[in-house]
């Protein structure tokens, strides 16, 4: 039967982009983390949307499931096939056009292949911002961004991938085509289509091409790095700051010293140019459409409120763009250093800013006291409430086993303590196959049944990327 299947892909997009052999597959089946690698049928490269609808017609033909794929970037396993061989990966890669820039109406229209540097680049090249940004700009894909409701270094200004869309092209689990790339900005015609696909991590539909808002570029822009002592003095930090720059705080990333110590371990040459290596380094980006001085003003003015009143004890502005980019490059290199130390227990954790510092001070002292040596990797978007609250095990003590003994402990305990302060297991990254038993559990009975009555009325056969996010 198999073969008879990938006869009939192989007429849908052509020998070319039908892949099965081990070598040409391999790269698709293991997800960037290393955690997860699946077997697939095939690997499937489709060049438009009606490839996309006439593939998922001959799947549902045959009940094959369909695992659809991006950048493959995603950190929890959402895009790897299970270990059947008999589910293929949909890879949109090939599906990489802008389709539009509508310069009045401030949207650009593309395909849902297109990698999320080039859409940046393309925006800039016409004078605009496309304001979402992540460490994995170079390889995640637009549609990838939408199907995990992305996040990253903007959302405190522009929010997240969500709030960015207006409208999209999806395909059914049927092997239909709902068109709705519209640039609306109102539309209360009824249920929400749109931002039900969204964050569905590929469960729901196939995302082949969207429309997302575009925003006039800054025309200055200031870039700092502020040393405060502890978690309170930089949420005092973070309010001053929305008090007194309001629209024109675009970044508030916090890093935590143990975070910036990977860094340093790993990376030696990108050294932290604040003093004495403080508990918090925190990363403050101000955007205007106004002259340099008047931000480079109000920046000064409030550092010089924050000395005074004793929140923070050291900061230094970045004098030219070169910087600027070494500091957000410092930023953006944790995950890696992470990814070079070994494998982690990560947690991308949200609570809201009223709880946040009881969330860190009661949660460090449960793991310090439980496991005494671990290095708690603390960073995050800070002014969106969201940490990546990463365990690695201690200084010389390998990963593999240290995971395997204490994982599901520890999840436990820093799961226990979002739900105390009233927050969500996941605030950026998605569920995928990694946080799908914890699921119900968060979500309440009620929700968790109605995300699978949605899950059963758009997907009936249980084809699109089955086992993920909810099970049916
Ligand atoms: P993939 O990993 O390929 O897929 C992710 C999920 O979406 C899967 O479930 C897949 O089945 C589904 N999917 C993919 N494409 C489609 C489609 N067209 N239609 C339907 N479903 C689809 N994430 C953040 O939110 N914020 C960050 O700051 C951030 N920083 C990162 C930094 C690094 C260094 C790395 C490696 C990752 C980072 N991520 C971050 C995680 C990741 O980049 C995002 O989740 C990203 O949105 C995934 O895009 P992708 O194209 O790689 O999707
Ligand atoms: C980031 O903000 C990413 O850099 C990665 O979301 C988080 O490594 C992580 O846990
Ligand atoms: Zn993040």
Redesign the pocket.
Known sequence: MSHNIITELVSIVGNSYVLTAQEDTAPYLTD?RRRYTGKALAVLLPSNTEQVAAIVKLCAHHNIAI?????????CG??TPDNSGKQVVLN?KRMNHILEIDASNQTISLE?GCILQSVQEQAAAQGFLFPLN???KG???I??????N????NVLRYGNTRDLCLGLEVVTAQGEIWHGMKGLRKDNTGYDLRDLFVGS??TL????GAVMKLYPLPISQWTTLIATQDIASTIALLNLFQKRATSLLTGFEMMAQESLALNEKHFPQMANPLQGRPPFTILVELSDHESEEHVRQLLESILEEAFEAGVISDAVIASNLTQANSFWHMR?QI??AQATEGANLKHDITVPLSTLESFITETDRLIRAQYPGVRIINFG?LGDGNLHYNIAPPEGVDPQTFNAANEKRVHELVYGQVERCGGSISA???V?QLKLEGLRAHKGAVAHDLMKTLKRALDPQNIL?PH?VVSI
Request: glycine residues 28%.
């Open positions: 960037w695992v659809p794929q991006g950048g493959h970037t995603g950190f959402g895009a949109l849902a992540l460490g994995a390889s995640c894909m549609g990838g961004n939408l199907a995990t992305a996040g990253g270094t991590e590929g539909g196939i995302i082949t953006e995950t890696l978007h950026e990254h998605g995928g990327n993920k």
